[in-house]
């Protein structure tokens, strides 16, 4: 066959120049997400890895490997009597960027959100409109190239700047958002041999490395619940675990409400990832738990706190993380109490899915 005008050459692979720290560096990131944090059970791993497909060799040894971790400051140094290794801010930066750039792919720091209300004027972000200068706008709003060029174009022999020579660069008013993520971390997590917590906790990190780069206005908190509801900051993230809880939902709501309301900021909301139906609350100072079906109870109170959510103008964005047909019907009546939005999907779509409501589903008032 005569493939006209096509020439073919060799294929030459193309060439890996990184040193075997850098090749080996991801995969150790990888494996601290999984063990929450744990760096002796992480180089066990890649121990284990290295005999079934080879990653160090003679001239590079794990040893080498935990050696250059300490002296590019990604790790500490044990303490005496068999304590744990721990690990650095720059690795839980590092692990935070892995999760990002495995989540939402590469996105350049310079690159910048744009929650635009649907309006134009003295706003804060530049847009490629222009329009002609009007009393009181602010000098720096003026396109100087585009003004002396109009100049220019008017008397090409005498270049003198008027008033009627100037544009002004159209703004729009950005909306802050403040966002409570709510992370389920009950038993069900890692019931049925599948690991939920570690993909749920990728999305919460690269959602805070999102928001740090691209909506530097906006705020981000975390609440994980389980029995109960508490605060974590950003660099918990990496290392939070599942515990034998059930799934207090209450609690993470209101806990998540308060800490909105001494947010100064118009737009709020909450994004709440589980994979299951509130069976914990608090009642009279006294556990009220359930795990069997979905209590009534524990129902009518979760959805109370829905209600209370769409009073307080906060709306609630649930993943739910698992495809019960019983599980979906709580979800309708909950979002429909908070005339919130709600995601079916499995670890899979996850990410995306969180990734697409937070840059395209913004409360512009």
């Known amino acids: 066959m005569n493939m006209l005008g096509t020439r073919f ?10 040193t075997p720290f850098e090749k080996l560096l991801p995969l150790f990131l990888e494996l601290l997400t999984h063990t929450s944090g744990d760096v002796e059970e992480a180089l066990s791993w890649m121990k284990e890895i290295d005999k079934e497909q080879p990653l160090f060799s003679k001239e590079y040894t794990l040893e080498n490997f935990k050696d250059d971790l300490r002296k590019k400051g990604i790790i500490g140094d044990p303490p005496t009597k068999g304590g744990k290794t721990p690990l650095t801010g720059k690795a839980e930066q590092l692990i935070r960027e892995r999760a990002l750039d495995q989540v939402f792919g590469q996105l350049k720091k310079s690159d910048r959100g744009t929650h635009g209300l649907r309006k134009v004027g003295e706003g804060d972000e530049p847009t490629s409109d222009r329009r002609t200068y009007r009393f009181g706008d602010r000098i720096e709003q003026v396109a100087m190239s585009d003004s002396i060029r109009n100049a220019q174009q008017r008397n090409v022999d005498d270049l003198q700047l008027s008033e009627d020579d100037l544009e002004v660069i159209e703004t729009e008013h950005q909306s802050a958002c403040a966002t409570v993520l709510m992370l389920d971390i009950s038993h069900s997590m890692i019931l049925y041999g599948e690991d939920r917590i570690t993909p749920a906790k990728k999305v919460a990190m ?13 705020t981000l908190d975390f609440v994980v619940f389980g029995n109960d509801a508490w605060q974590v900051s950003l660099k918990d993230l990496p290392y939070l675990q599942v515990g034998p809880f059930h799934t207090n939902t ?8 308060d800490i909105l309301r001494r947010r100064k900021l118009k737009n709020r909301r909450i994004v709440m990832i589980t994979d299951g139906k509130p069976s914990c609350i608090k009642h009279d100072g006294e556990y009220y738990m359930n795990s069997v079906g979905l209590d009534d109870f524990i129902v009518a109170r979760t959805l109370d706190a829905a209600v209370r959510a769409r009073k307080a103008h906060i709306p609630i964005t649930t993943f739910m993380i698992a495809q019960d047909t019983y599980l979906q019907r709580f979800i309708e009546r909950f979002t429909e109490a908070n005339q919130g939005r709600a995601f079916y999907t499995g670890l899979q779509g996850l990410a995306d899915m969180v990734f697409r409501d937070h840059t395209s589903n913004r409360k512009a008032s």
């Open 9 to 18: 050459s060799k294929y030459i692979p193309p060439q890996d120049d990184r």
């Open 206 to 218: 690269a959602l805070a490395e999102l928001i740090k780069r691209r909506y530097p206005k906006d």
């Open 250 to 257: 209450v609690a993470g709501l209101e806990l998540s409400m």
